[in-house]
């Protein structure tokens, strides 16, 4: 019974210490010159009755300033809406779009992840590189991205950001991944990328191969990106972040409260698995659900522990928002985003409930559906 308060103490400091790291690292100049040689490139989208955007992220494709070769590989999900004839009526006015269907993907696979499959194996090209059906794409976006691949660099994080926020959900929403954001660019730049986004991101083909496609992840529900990155980087891949702003998406708006909590679940059911890839990361994840806990239970605390050992806890929660603020200051300047104190409050008194939940929840993930569909585990 006393060990617990030592234990938890310990996580709040490792979470303290990941702080630091963060900003460290968002410190550190890394050396932004792009390659001038136009690499050949697959963009790969795997789309799942995706009509109502799909016109918006194809003719964002269309409209890309990119002089080198290009395709793009549009992958029908298994839509039950006019995804397919879309797709396909692109395809027939502009041979860069290419139409496939996630059935030609491996049968090991589900979701999104066959579907994925499928495109890489339609593939031409040995870059590879991925959004969302839902993102908005500027139009240097491609040449951002293909531009950081060199024989130094295997694999590239993308940065994915809400742009103009509807209501209080969306303007958590851009604070919270905000604020992932620059602790991926944290760990990419000190060289122990922490996560990826399928929103944005790109790796070289042979990777794929070399970690036998997605099938030793196969039964995580996203998986294609955070645990891609990290089967790529325990065989020494290069990872890089990609701080241009060219290269920026832009996510779907949330609005709704139970589609935002569902999307961050289905997130933070990966991130409990992460004990199987990358120890550090997920004493990373612990720490910071862990902290977030023990702010919620601080009233319950204050009864069952010595006063002392209880201003420790208060220093370093308030070493917690101080350091928070420093992180969300240099990402917001490093990252061109604009500061709002509001929303930093909002997010800060908001995150210690949302972490909670999210956590809890990602044990349930088999109760959760995605596009329709039973997620399975």
């Known amino acids: 019974m006393y060990l617990f308060p030592y234990i938890g103490l310990l996580l ?17 100049i890394i050396d932004g010159q792009k390659s001038h040689h136009l690499n050949s490139v697959s963009i790969i989208i795997a789309v799942k009755n995706g009509e109502k955007s799909l016109p918006n992220i194809l003719s964002d494709l269309e409209n890309q300033n ?148 997605f099938m030793k992840i196969k039964n995580s529900i996203q998986g294609d990106d955070s645990l891609f990155m990290h089967l790529c980087a325990n065989k020494k891949a290069k990872i890089k972040f990609n701080s241009h702003p060219e290269s920026f998406v832009e996510s779907r708006i949330e609005t709704n409260l139970p589609s935002f909590i569902k999307q961050r679940i289905r997130w933070a059911a990966d991130a409990k698995v992460m004990w199987n890839y990358n120890k550090k ?29 209880l201003k420790m806890i208060y220093i370093l929660l308030i070493i917690k928002l101080i350091f928070e603020f420093i992180i969300y200051t240099i990402g917001s300047i490093k990252l061109k985003n604009k500061f709002n104190i509001l929303d930093f409050i909002i997010w800060f008194l908001i ?5 909670v939940i999210v956590g809890i929840g990602s044990f349930f993930i088999k109760y959760i559906k995605w596009r329709g569909q039973s997620i399975l585990r």
Do not use: H
């Not at 709040?12 to 550190?28: E, P, T």
């Open 281 to 309: 990361i997920f004493l990373l994840f612990l720490s910071t659900f862990s902290t977030n806990l023990i702010v919620l239970l601080l009233p319950i605390i204050y009864l069952l522990i010595e006063i002392e050992f």
């Open 66 to 213: 990119y002089e080198g070769e290009s395709e793009y590989i549009i992958v029908d999900d298994e839509s039950t809406d006019n995804t397919s004839e879309i797709i396909r009526s692109y395809a027939k006015k502009n041979n860069k779009f290419i139409y496939a269907s996630s059935k030609q993907g491996n049968q090991n696979l589900l979701f999104k992840k066959r579907a994925l499959d499928a495109g890489i194996e339609k593939s031409k090209y040995e870059i590879l590189i991925f959004t969302d059906v839902d993102c908005r794409l500027s139009n240097q976006w491609i040449d951002s991205m293909a531009s950081c691949f060199n024989n130094e660099i295997d694999y590239v994080v993308g940065l994915s950001r809400v742009v103009k926020p509807l209501n209080i959900i969306s303007r958590f929403q851009k604070i919270d991944l905000l604020m992932m954001m620059i602790a991926g660019r944290a760990g990419c730049n000190l060289r122990n990328p922490i996560a990826s986004t399928g929103q944005n991101q790109a790796y070289k083909k042979y990777l794929y191969y070399q970690n036998n496609g």
């Open 351 to 355: 995150t210690p409930f949302y972490v």
């Open 12 to 28: 709040v400091c490792i979470y303290i210490g990941s702080l630091i790291y963060y900003i460290l690292g968002n410190l550190i």
